[in-house]
Antibody, heavy 123, light 108 residues
Framework: QVQLVQSGAEVKKPGASVKVSCKAS????????INWVRQAAGQGLEWMGW????????IYAPNFRGRVTMTGDTAINTAYMELSSLRSEDTAVYYC????????????????WGQGTQVTVSS | SSELTQDPAVSVALGQTLTITCQGA??????VSWYQQRPGQAPILVNY???IRPSGIPDRFSGSTSGNTASLTITGAQAEDEADYYC???????????FGAGTKVTVL
């Protein structure tokens, strides 16, 4: 079945960078964009950006532009999200999700999602 | 602040019907999708487009859109439907996605 498996929890100091991986299986990795979404404790979902694994093209949310880099490795069907200059407000669970965009109807839906990766930023 | 507005919380008696709304100017031009998130779990897709349910989602979940308002209706709410629900669509630029702030559903 279609599945996304993310890397494990991370603890980082302020100012450091973190790189989270998202391994896809059960479908053609290059056929669908991978999106990244984060959620701070007790807060809502915040969209961070997407990666087209086929072309390497990316679009980032304005709040993260300049600090986030999304990449992919088609040889191992894995997407990565790297966030730099970490601060305490970046403490959150980070999710990857497949965007099953339909170019005929223009519908977009995220399915499935990875299990989430807890990133904690603390001195 | 989100470009999609949701009520923070809604409660419903077991077996009754509730409707969650999501308002945003972008909904006039872009489709919406809905996600259920139980505590400690990743979100799951429950409805998208013109009322399309993924495999495994009960038919008590239905979606609709009228003008700048999208709605998710749960007909005959069950205890397991207690969760946070988020709508997703695009922002006014069309290049970025945006989530509503979420609605906490309590089944009494």
């Amino acid at each position: 079945q279609v599945q996304l498996v993310q890397s494990g929890a991370e603890v980082k100091k302020p100012g450091a960078s973190v790189k989270v991986s998202c391994k896809a299986s059960g479908y053609a990795f290059t056929n669908y964009d991978i999106n990244w979404v984060r959620q701070a404790a007790g807060q809502g979902l915040e969209w961070m950006g997407w990666l087209n694994p086929n072309t390497g093209n990316t679009i980032y949310a304005p709040n993260f532009r300049g600090r986030v880099t999304m990449t992919g490795d088609t040889a191992i069907n894995t997407a990565y999200m790297e966030l730099s200059s970490l601060r305490s407000e970046d403490t959150a669970v980070y999710y990857c999700a497949v965007d099953q965009y339909d170019s005929e109807t223009f519908y977009s839906w995220f399915d499935p999602w990875g299990q989430g990766t807890q990133v904690t930023v603390s001195s | 602040s989100s470009e999609l507005t949701q009520d923070p919380a809604v409660s419903v008696a077991l077996g009754q019907t509730l409707t969650i709304t999501c308002q945003g100017a972008g909904l006039r031009g872009y489709s919406v999708s809905w996600y259920q998130q139980r505590p400690g779990q990743a979100p799951i897709l429950v409805n998208y487009g013109q009322n399309i349910r993924p495999s495994g989602i009960p038919d008590r979940f239905s979606g609709s859109t009228s003008g700048n308002t999208a709605s998710l209706t749960i007909t005959g709410a069950q205890a397991e439907d207690e969760a946070d629900y988020y709508c997703k669509s695009r922002d006014s630029s069309g290049y970025h996605y945006v989530f509503g702030a979420g609605t906490k559903v309590t089944v009494l």
